[in-house]
C-alpha cells in the first residue's frame, strides 16, 4: 500500500461507494414507486433477509429478492 493514502481513507472510500450504490437503488424506487417493497442495507437480521453477506437487500413488488453485494477496490499502477 502506498504511504500516502492512509487505510482509514480507503475504508471510508468504500462506505461511500457503497452509500451510493444505496442511493441509485433509491432514486429508482422514487421513480418507481410500486417497484420494490422493502430495501434494506447491511441486512444482519436473519428475520430480515440473508445474513451478512449482502450489502443492499432488494424485495420486488413481484415476490423476488435482489441481492448487491458491493465492492469497492483501490489499486495503483506503477510507471
Not at 2 to 7: C, E, T, V, W
Not at 17 to 36: E, F, H, I, S
Not at 43 to 57: A, F, K, M, S
Given at each position: 500500500?502506498?504511504?500516502?493514502?492512509?487505510?482509514?481513507?480507503?475504508?471510508?472510500?468504500?462506505?461511500?461507494?457503497?452509500?451510493?450504490q444505496?442511493?441509485?437503488?433509491m432514486?429508482?424506487?422514487?421513480?418507481?414507486?410500486?417497484?420494490?417493497?422493502?430495501?434494506?442495507?447491511?441486512c444482519?437480521?436473519?428475520n430480515?433477509?440473508?445474513?451478512?453477506?449482502?450489502?443492499?437487500?432488494?424485495?420486488?413488488?413481484?415476490?423476488?429478492?435482489?441481492?448487491?453485494?458491493?465492492?469497492?477496490?483501490?489499486?495503483?499502477?506503477?510507471?
Amino acid at each position: 500500500m502506498s504511504k500516502n493514502i492512509k487505510s482509514t481513507a480507503i475504508t471510508s472510500a468504500g462506505y461511500i461507494y457503497q452509500n451510493r450504490q444505496g442511493l441509485k437503488v433509491m432514486c429508482d424506487w422514487l421513480d418507481a414507486p410500486t417497484r420494490y417493497k422493502s430495501v434494506k442495507f447491511e441486512c444482519d437480521n436473519e428475520n430480515e433477509g440473508p445474513q451478512g453477506l449482502d450489502d443492499i437487500v432488494i424485495e420486488r413488488s413481484d415476490g423476488l429478492v435482489d441481492l448487491q453485494q458491493v465492492k469497492f477496490t483501490l489499486f495503483s499502477c506503477c510507471l
